[in-house]
């Protein structure tokens, strides 16, 4: 485990895990450190561990989850994902993001 500080104008902390499987790199957050993040958090948490990825000279693809699917699931927490989808996508068009989602089906190259 290693502990990163945070980085210079950033206003939150999230936690990251990396997981390598059949050598594909996942970056997971934030599962330790927010309770309840606000559209806002989960926007910039999203677009740290994206910018982290990069570093790691890897493309980032963001999914934002939650226990809805794309609005299957009137609710204010899956509406606070969904806004923090379009926080991301106007802040960062450059970033590759989708949400809200219940989980994710691999690619398959």
């Known amino acids: 485990m290693q502990i990163h500080h945070t980085r210079p104008g ?3 902390v999230a936690g990251c895990y990396i997981l390598i499987v059949k050598n594909r ?5 934030d599962t330790t450190v927010n309770i ?8 910039e948490i999203a677009c740290l561990a994206a910018s982290f990825a990069r570093q790691l000279e890897l493309e980032p693809r ?6 809805a699917n794309f609005g299957s699931t009137p609710h204010p927490l ?9 926080l991301i996508r106007s802040r960062h068009p450059d970033f590759a993001v989708d ?3 219940k989980k994710c089906k691999p690619i398959r190259q």
């Open 78 to 86: 899956a509406d606070n994902v969904r806004r923090a989808v379009e």
């Open 25 to 29: 790199v996942y970056i997971f957050t």
């Open 62 to 67: 963001v999914a934002l989850l939650s226990f």
């Open 99 to 101: 949400g809200e989602m």
């Open 36 to 43: 309840e993040p606000s559209s806002e958090d989960l926007a």
């Open 10 to 12: 950033a206003r939150i």
